[in-house]
């Protein structure tokens, strides 16, 4: 069945470091991927989306690449701040004719030192 | 435009006793999801439905939860009785499309932290 991994956390990081926090899938055919954030005390926020090789979703200084080859959507930012603290979860959902479900990563918890 | 609303943020019950969990979608949405999410993992699907009828409930624990959306709008999801493996926090969802869209997104209320002790 498809499923998700990305990298276990906590990730700690100087305010104006890069970042970048890996996610690997397992599906067929061609899911779209999703990352979605979870800031302190509030629900889970679409991120960014792919929904086709190649594609790279951004958003808010954020980047990923959906690389079939590798079966990668890796997150990156350029230079985090503080208030990129939050749990970060990559996510997959099949395409039409396979299972709709999202299915989730366990979730990266990132900390962001001034 | 106003999103995902859910009531109560907080609960805490002991094993045993019930507890009922209310959503209210984004205006105009059809699909509306139930997420389980424990510590330390990502959500997990209860429940789906599109209106009001249901289009997954594969992982519900039937026994135990029950979920009902009347009119296609509020739904509720219930526990009874509930026991100390239903600590999570319980989400709410709801997207425009039929669910079935591989890129439809999902948005996401701010959730109910259940502990029972």
């Known amino acids: 069945g498809n499923s998700v991994t990305q990298m276990e956390g906590p990730v700690t990081l100087s305010e104006e470091a890069f970042l970048t926090i890996n996610c690997t899938y397992t599906?067929?055919?061609?899911?779209?991927l999703f990352w979605y954030v979870q800031y302190p005390g509030e629900g889970l926020q679409l991120l960014l989306k792919?929904?086709?090789a190649d594609d790279k979703g951004s958003n808010k200084g954020f980047e990923a690449t959906y690389r079939k080859e590798t079966t990668s959507f890796h997150l990156e930012k350029g230079s985090v701040q503080v208030s990129d603290s939050a749990v970060y979860f990559c996510?997959?959902?099949?395409?039409?004719?396979?299972?709709?479900?999202?299915?989730w990563g366990a979730g990266t918890k990132l900390i962001i030192k001034p | 435009e106003a999103g995902v609303a859910q009531s109560p943020r907080y609960k805490i019950i002991e094993k045993r006793q019930s507890v009922a969990f209310w959503c209210n979608p984004i205006?105009?949405?059809?699909?509306l999801y139930w997420y389980q999410q424990i510590l330390g993992q990502g959500p997990k699907l209860l429940i789906q439905?599109?209106?009001?009828?249901?289009?997954?409930d594969s992982q519900l624990p039937k026994d135990r939860f029950s979920a009902e959306r009347l009119k296609g709008v509020d739904s509720t999801l219930k526990i009874q009785p509930a026991k100390l493996e239903d600590s999570a926090v319980y989400l709410c969802?709801?997207?425009?499309?039929?669910?079935?869209?591989?890129?439809?997104?999902?948005?996401f209320g701010p959730g109910t932290r259940l502990l029972v002790l």
């Open positions: 792919a929904t086709k």
């Open positions: 996510a997959l959902r099949g395409q039409r004719g396979s299972n709709y479900q999202l299915i």
């Open positions: 205006s105009g949405h059809a699909t």
């Open positions: 599906a067929t055919g061609y899911p779209s």
């Open positions: 969802a709801s997207s425009s499309g039929h669910g079935t869209g591989g890129g439809e997104t999902q948005y």
């Open positions: 439905f599109q209106n009001n009828g249901v289009v997954d």
